[in-house]
């Protein structure tokens, strides 16, 4: 590509040929020909974005104020798409299945996460073995371990209810209930993410300086205080990341209700993305899909704009 | 609080030698810095009794959480349907029976399957390769015009979560714009919209960030092309990165689930996921069961190979921003 032969470019500028012009054109060309080359590198990368990423971004808007039968071409229809699904008896369901799934999803998969991986910062031994454990669950295809539990939820033979008589407890009817059909998928679902936060929680746990608990405890500080005054504010900012990241994952979730229920019983575990789906693919009514889409983007795009502030906040 | 303990500044307050002579050759058997739990209380008896009795709660517990499952799941599929259906349960099962797992094997066809799923995972690792490969070089080393606001540009797609777009991504493979075919039911479907990774090319330009100029522009002096620059100064020199990046293409592509399933369609082109997920209810119990058991092998096995790097990272990726 360069058409200066090495040897030739110092020598020429060590002869002090009359300046100006002429360098200024040959930086003019290499950087056009860097351009080039760099556009070169960018393009396939440019087509894939183009397509795959930012294409469907901007149609996600086009496609739900539109209907659309695929034979012809698609037709504007305002709001139309919005007004169904908000007609639609489910919709509220499945915001307040998905609100309460992310609710109940944080309460387990926020807090035990971080608990774990304080103890798990303590121990001396086994760390090796707890580490691989703990992380093994997030290595299986989602859709093994969804149907591995809903063969667990059986509520006859089912290992859930086994255990639970085991111990004497009352057994659950898990998934066939309405009272229980929802915790089941959160169950399902924090079992298989559990190990990624306690991981990154680790990792943050060990960048703390040691000589800030040896200060603390020399100034009296009990265990408790220790963690409330030195662990989490020397974590809050990864602990507010995950937060919204969690939050982000969770409210998306689509092959828990898919695999697991079909939305049943009674509709108690219809969620966004799972309606969706539906709307789309089992009714035929991509506009109506699409218009549900947009919403579910809005409301994770609010907690997308904060995970960007507080990110930049880390960075200054 | 005036003492200031730090290895550089010796403290004021004059330590006991022995203590800090036994500190030091601990420090020096297991280099680890001082945690919430000092190692002095660790070392008192009442602190050692409660340290043993953490760990074992914490190692029956995780065992029972994390590794019981799947000993369920292995030894499940080598138990009869009579037996799966037995109240209570054996432990262990009757016999160390394989057929389920041959069963398996047979009955849903995995073979195929797996054979899918490895050429969409093996192509979306060389399209991801070099597609974002090139692109972070252009954008680290080269410096287009624009070149910020591409960055930008596929940074924002990391806010916009893959759910909420795959409706409309789903329509843009099923009729592509300006070329008008369809990508459904090919391997492309899965490769291209792979390669559109925009934390990989995070990764990889951060990483090409760190090397240094002079590096490259000796390699230019010497009259090396770009790509030549890329092959045989920076891809050498990248293989931490280059790692990480191979192993999540793989693995992601391996677990993903709601794609395939709208892309691939077709049940000779399904993978091992939704091929076993459409076929679940045809089948015996044991036979599903051993089903999973083959379709998490491959993922595990990854993970006993590669523990390593993929711990280095979803650190890298939690710590993102």
């Known amino acids: 590509m360069t058409t200066l032969r090495p040897a030739a470019r110092p020598a020429g500028r060590r002869t002090g040929r009359p300046a100006g012009r002429r360098t200024g054109r040959t930086r003019f060309r290499r950087a056009a020909q860097r351009n080039l080359t760099a556009y070169g590198f960018l393009c396939g990368a440019l087509i894939c974005f183009a397509f795959f990423s930012w294409y469907p971004m901007v149609r996600e808007v086009l496609l739900s104020f539109q209907k659309t039968n695929f034979v012809g071409a698609a037709r504007w229809v305002g709001f139309d798409n919005f007004r169904t699904v908000l007609a639609d008896p489910v919709f509220t369901d499945a915001w307040a299945n998905t609100a309460m799934f992310t609710l109940l999803a944080l309460l387990i998969g926020y807090v035990v996460p971080f608990c774990a991986a304080i103890v798990l910062n303590e121990l001396r031994h086994a760390r090796g073995y707890l580490r691989f454990v703990v992380y093994l669950p997030v290595m299986l295809p989602p859709a093994a371990a969804v149907l591995l539990f809903k063969w667990f939820y059986d509520p006859g033979p089912g290992l859930f209810n086994q255990v639970l008589k085991a111990v004497r407890l009352p057994t659950l009817a898990w998934l066939d209930s309405t009272d229980t059909s929802l915790l089941s998928l959160v169950i399902v679902s924090t079992w298989m993410n559990l190990g990624s936060g306690t991981l990154i929680y680790l990792a943050a746990l060990q960048t703390i300086p040691g000589e800030l608990y040896e200060a603390a405890e020399l100034d009296g500080a009990g265990l408790l205080r220790r963690i409330r005054h030195i662990t989490i504010p020397q974590t809050r900012l990864i602990l507010l990341v995950m937060l919204l990241l969690q939050i982000i994952a969770t409210m998306q979730v689509f092959i828990e209700p898919y695999l697991l229920t079909g939305g049943g019983p009674e509709d108690s575990t219809v969620t966004v993305a799972y309606l969706m789906y539906q709307y789309a693919f089992n009714f035929n009514n991509f506009g109506g899909g699409g218009a549900l889409g947009l919403m579910l983007m809005l409301v994770l795009m609010v907690f997308s704009a904060i995970y960007l502030r507080v990110s930049r906040e880390d960075a200054r | ?321």
Do not use: C
């Not at chain 2, 240094?212 to 920076?234: I, K, Q, Y």
């Open chain 2, 1 to 321: 609080m005036t003492t200031n303990v730090t290895p550089a500044a010796p403290p004021v307050v004059p330590v006991p030698s022995r203590r800090h002579r036994r500190a030091a050759r601990r420090r020096a058997a297991a280099p680890e810095t001082r945690t919430l739990v000092s190692r002095h209380a660790l070392g008192t008896t009442r602190g050692k009794i409660v340290y043993w009795l953490v760990l074992a709660f914490v190692l029956v517990t995780s065992t029972f959480v994390f590794v019981f499952p799947l000993y369920w799941m292995v030894t499940g599929a080598m138990r009869s349907p009579n037996e799966l259906a037995q109240v209570p349960p054996d432990l262990l099962p009757r016999h160390f029976d394989l057929s389920g797992y041959k069963e398996a094997w047979r009955q849903l066809d995995l073979g195929l399957y797996l054979r899918n799923t490895a050429i969409y995972a093996g192509g979306a690792w060389l399209f991801t390769l070099g597609v974002d490969v090139t692109a972070a070089y252009a954008l680290s080393k080269l410096r287009p015009v624009l070149g910020r606001a591409i960055l930008g540009l596929m940074l924002a797609t990391l806010m916009i979560p893959p759910m909420v777009i795959i409706l409309p991504a789903y329509l843009t493979v099923k009729d592509l714009p300006l070329l008008h075919v369809s990508l459904l039911n090919t391997p492309w479907a899965i490769w291209l919209p792979a390669a559109a990774n925009a934390f990989n090319i995070f990764l990889l330009k951060r990483f090409f960030d760190s090397i240094p100029t002079e590096l490259l522009e000796a390699a230019e002096m010497d009259g090396a092309s770009p790509l030549r620059v890329l092959w045989s100064v920076v891809l050498p020199v990248s293989r931490p990165i280059l790692g990480v990046v191979s192993i999540f293409t793989v693995v992601n592509v391996w677990r993903d689930f709601v794609w395939p399933l709208l892309v691939q369609s077709d049940p000779q082109k399904r993978t091992v996921s939704t091929a076993i997920s459409s076929l679940a209810v045809q089948v015996p119990e044991n036979v599903l069961i051993a089903s999973l058991v083959i379709a998490s092998l491959p993922t595990i096995v990854v993970f006993f190979v590669f523990q390593r790097h993929i711990m280095a990272g979803l650190t890298a990726g939690g710590l993102k921003g």
